[in-house]
């Protein structure tokens, strides 16, 4: 599989607005819940939003009320909606479909694309 492409990302001040876009090929993007996650540096990559197949959303608790993620099927796509950023927020934005676990240990079905660095100055 193509590794999904990630943009939008950006240096924004604290309380700015992003939007992020991911394109994704291929049938496993229509039959999977896709995820939003971030790396900051030094730290593990961590799960912020994720998007049913249905539309049915799911958020970290440290970004619940600020960021939307969205899909759109029809051109492979998923949007992450970012408002209030705090300079905690800073990191690269990446997109994927849920870890899962196996017996090789936690896998995702796409390769890791490049990402997109988010970046909020206090």
């Known amino acids: 599989q193509v590794q999904p492409v990630e943009s939008g990302g950006g240096l924004v001040q604290a309380g700015g607005s992003l939007r992020l876009s991911c394109v994704a090929s291929?049938?496993?993007?229509?039959?999977?819940?896709m995820v939003w996650y971030r790396r900051a540096p030094g730290e593990q990559r961590e799960a912020v939003a994720n998007?049913?197949?249905?539309?049915?959303?799911t958020y970290a608790d440290s970004v619940k009320g600020r960021f939307t993620i969205s899909r759109d099927n029809a051109r492979n796509t998923v949007h992450l909606q970012m408002n209030g950023l705090k300079a905690e927020d800073t990191a690269v934005y990446y997109c994927?479909?849920?870890?899962?676990?196996?017996?090789?240990?936690?896998?995702?079905?796409?390769?890791w694309g490049q990402g997109t660095q988010v970046t909020v100055s206090s």
């Open positions: 291929g049938s496993i993007f229509s039959s999977n819940t």
């Open positions: 994927n479909t849920k870890v899962e676990q196996s017996s090789w240990g936690p896998t995702v079905k796409y390769p």
């Open positions: 998007i049913t197949t249905d539309g049915t959303t």
